[in-house]
């Protein structure tokens, strides 16, 4: 059984950034892709980036593109997303998640069989 542990989130002013990561344990990923999704209140939970573990391709909502970055540390089990330019519209709950991957879908949901329990990102105007 995989696990996925988010943290790095907190407050940021407009403009800023912050670094999020995802440590990942219980199987090995090489055959996986990693994903960041988020979730803002009364909203529906939308993709914002993915990587595939074994190649290093990556993969963004156009939302963020030019903003944000995902990458990962083999030999630290970890997926990291760091935000810059950050927008008040950024402010969601963020989600780590994790799938097999399968050569599609990775911006969505349905992909993915792990997730995290979620870290808070608060960007203030």
């Known amino acids: 059984q995989a696990q996925l542990v988010e943290s790095g989130g907190g407050l940021a002013q407009a403009g800023g950034s912050l670094r999020l990561s995802c440590a990942a344990s219980?199987?090995?990923?090489?055959?996986?892709?990693m994903g960041w999704f988020r979730q803002a209140p009364g909203k529906e939970r939308e993709s914002v980036a993915a990587i595939i573990w074994g190649g290093g391709s990556t993969y963004y909502a156009d939302s963020v593109k030019g903003r944000f970055s995902i990458s990962r540390d083999t030999a630290k089990n970890t997926v990291y997303l760091q935000m810059n330019s950050l927008k008040p519209e950024d402010t969601a709950i963020y989600y780590c998640?994790?799938?097999?991957?399968?050569?599609?879908?990775?911006?969505?949901?349905?992909?993915?069989?792990?997730w995290g329990q979620g870290t808070q990102v608060t960007v203030s105007s």
């Open positions: 219980g199987r090995t990923f090489s055959t996986y892709a």
């Open positions: 998640a994790a799938g097999r991957y399968n050569g599609w879908g990775v911006m969505t949901p349905s992909a993915y069989t792990y």
